[in-house]
């Protein structure tokens, strides 16, 4: 379930180039590498097997709770986090196993003046299936991504990505990802559900669970569907077309602008990669 990181200790003597081959063998979405740090008590540095991002939220998660569990953060329940989206704070709290909550940056917003009708195509669906009611923009709590509202939750299983049609759309930021959604979910207790499409740049299709995206989507949900300038608790759901059936808790301030996201992690299993 969820969604995999790959989380490299003891990399501080590799170069970047070396930590881009690592990802490229390790082959995840994202693969982080928790570095010293002189600005922040810990550094992460992300990437994809095909380039560095600024912040990924699952990949952060992934390391937190690798860095915890090894005792190498001793008795720390919060500290703060160098990337290249800024020093964000992080907590730690107990409620049924161990859960990090990791502050992301402020939201931005782009409008994006690209077809409605290639964007759909290049999705597998028709231009009937955008709601049209809400806007398309470009979103980023970190990571920039297109976010796309559709109608029906029914659309998603329709969806089949066309990834190197997306840099020709999205004329304004050809290195974005897309990530569709609805106020539809299968979880009776969440209130959005998603997918999300990677930049053909990035070297994957898809990404099962995505905490910059859903954090955005948070900010998103305050600022065009709640407008009612209120803190939010929001729960977003994503994977589950794809057999992941993930979750991120998404806080948002009364004023939209401070978009906290909640998650946890699991150990999965340790493997070598050797680069040239």
Known sequence: MGNPAGVVLGGEALTEEQMQKVAERVGFNETAFPLS???ADLKIAFFTPGHEINLCGHATMATLYALKTRGLLHEKSSLTLETKAGILPIRFHSKDGLYMTMRQ???????????????ADAMGLQESDIATELPTVYGSTGTWTLLIPVKRLEAFKRMVPDNNRFPSILKEMPKASIHP???ETYDVNAHMHARHFSSPYSGTIEDPVTGTASGVMGAYYARYINKQNAPLE??????QEIGRNGRVGVSVSEDGNVIEVTGNAVYVKEFEVTID
């Open 37 to 39: 740090s002189d600005q």
């Open 105 to 119: 940056a402020a939201p931005q917003f782009q409008p994006f003046n690209g077809s409605l009708k290639e964007l």
């Open 181 to 183: 959604f609805c106020l």
């Open 234 to 239: 929001l729960l977003i759901e994503q994977g």
